[in-house]
């Protein structure tokens, strides 16, 4: 069974960047569908970020196009979100979630498509 773990969150300006991280344990992330959620104060889990195995096939949600990249490392055990240019409304904890396998292109942005999540990092974007 993997274990995920979120850090990197943390309280930035807006405009400013972060990398979080999530380290997966009790199994590598080689043949999983990874993604980023995140869950705004007072509101639903959303969907941020995933990607196959390759990284080129990469999905986003609008709001974080062009400024937010989902990859993972050679040693497939981390899952990265690099965060760019953030605003006040991308402040939310994150969660990253994966599940071993394939998931359909339009249910990628579904949680329910998600076997494992991590515990989440909190990120507030405030001036």
């Known amino acids: 069974q993997v274990q995920l773990v979120e850090s990197g969150g943390g309280v930035v300006q807006p405009g400013a960047s972060l990398k979080l991280s999530c380290a997966a344990s009790?199994?590598?992330?080689?043949?999983?569908?990874l993604a980023w959620f995140r869950q705004p104060p007072g509101k639903e889990r959303e969907f941020v970020a995933a990607m196959r195995r390759s990284s080129s096939n990469t999905y986003y949600r609008d709001s974080v196009k062009g400024r937010f990249t989902i990859s993972r490392d050679n040693g497939k055990t981390t899952v990265y979100l690099q965060m760019h240019s953030l605003i006040p409304e991308d402040s939310a904890i994150y969660f990253c979630?994966?599940?071993?396998?394939?998931?359909?292109?339009?249910?990628?942005?579904?949680?329910?498509?998600?076997?494992?999540w991590g515990q989440g990092t909190e990120v507030t974007v405030s001036s």
């Open positions: 009790g199994g590598t992330l080689d043949n999983h569908v």
């Open positions: 979630a994966a599940r071993p396998g394939w998931v359909i292109q339009s249910q990628i942005s579904n949680t329910r498509s998600y076997e494992y």
